[in-house]
């Protein structure tokens, strides 16, 4: 244990800075809490770069403004896209990196990978951010190629927080097993079908929108975890439940090329196989009722540059989530955007 971390701990629990009204800034000022999730998070980060980098995967960096969101308002996205002016130009805060990490793979052809914040005009609450840290990579590939991915990521960042912070945890967070077993394991997580999971649940939980698309509860998602395991991947979603871009599996629009990752409080990852081609793009688009012209470029590129990729997202709160065993996503920003005054106050009493 770090001697900066033997003092940091017991007893130690989450302040909940963010209820403060000021945000809880300097309450967090040498906050052992805040320690613990400053030393954990630089772990993560440093271990993402490692892995990255162990499997040719390059890091690329971006603009975090964009005009094509990864939320559009269409069928089977559900978040809300964040609009800001920037030199007179309207635009949006990006939402995810995904666009521009296919991008990416047309010029860095074995992959890229950041690690960025995104916003969502989300309303936050234990298990949810609308701004959070987001750690993406697009690699070239199918499914198969990206799950074989983010199983040895998601084993890489828990070695690396098990070897650097086992005896600090192990005096917070008491058992550290979840820790222990995904870093020694070795096997694939466990996966089934969207299909396979409702018939699982017995329909507990299965959420069917007005065009019958089904979708999971946070509930199905933490009953899933005590069925199958406490990692599970859900794969082939109904397409419609999620954004346009995933690919068809084998042509059939019904169905995505789509995969979750289930761990802690339930999804962590969100993944999936890209279109290839402009003409698939399109026909994703016109699926979920999306204006092709507010993706124009997007399907040009595909035009031009067809390439087999997949992609994923993971919320690296939530994993810090899952690391300490704990259940208020809140506590996890070293500085809270919770409950700021939407007008510009009188006083900046927050950075």
Known sequence: MKTAEIAAVAPLNAPRLWADADGGFHRSLGSPWARL?????????????????????????FPITTRTVTCPTGLGSDSVPVPVQVNGVET???????????????VSPQGCHNI????????????????????????????????DYVNGYVRAMATAVLTEHEETLRTVVGDIG????????????????????V?????????????????????????????VGE??????????????????????????ENADLYFGIGEVVGAGHRHTTGDQVRAGLTLHK????????????????????????????????????????????????????QTWPASVDRP
């Not at 939402?95 to 991008?103: N, R, T, V």
């Not at 699982?200 to 975890?225: I, K, N, P, Q, Y």
């Not at 999306?290 to 997007?298: D, F, R």
Request: hydrophobic residues 40%; proline residues 4%.
């Open 178 to 197: 979840h820790l222990e077993r995904v870093a020694i394991g070795d096997q694939p997580f466990e996966r089934l079908r969207f299909d396979e999971a």
């Open 231 to 256: 990692f599970v991947w859900v794969t082939h979603f109904d397409h419609l439940s999620v954004p346009f871009y995933q690919a068809f599996e084998n042509g059939d629009e019904r169905v995505a």
């Open 37 to 61: 999730v400053a030393g954990l998070q630089d772990t993560a980060v440093r271990a993402t770069y490692t892995y990255a980098h162990s499997r040719a995967v390059r890091a690329l960096h």
């Open 290 to 341: 999306v204006p092709e012209q507010e993706y124009a470029w997007y399907a040009r590129m595909k035009d031009e540059a067809p390439m087999v990729t997949s992609g994923f997202g993971l919320g690296l709160e939530r994993f810090l989530l899952w690391a300490l065993r704990h259940d208020d996503i809140r506590d996890i920003p070293l500085v809270s955007r919770i409950g700021e005054e």
């Open 92 to 106: 949006y805060l990006a939402d995810s990196m995904q666009f521009m990490l296919e991008y990416g793979c047309r």
């Open 116 to 147: 960025l914040p995104c916003f969502r005009g989300d309303e936050p609450d234990a298990t949810h951010l609308g701004q959070f840290v987001h750690s993406e990579a697009e690699v070239p590939g199918d499914l198969d190629d990206l799950v």
């Open 199 to 227: 018939r699982l649940l017995d329909g507990e939980g299965v959420v069917t929108s007005a065009d019958g698309a089904r979708s999971l509860s946070r509930a199905a998602e933490r009953r899933l975890m005590e069925l």
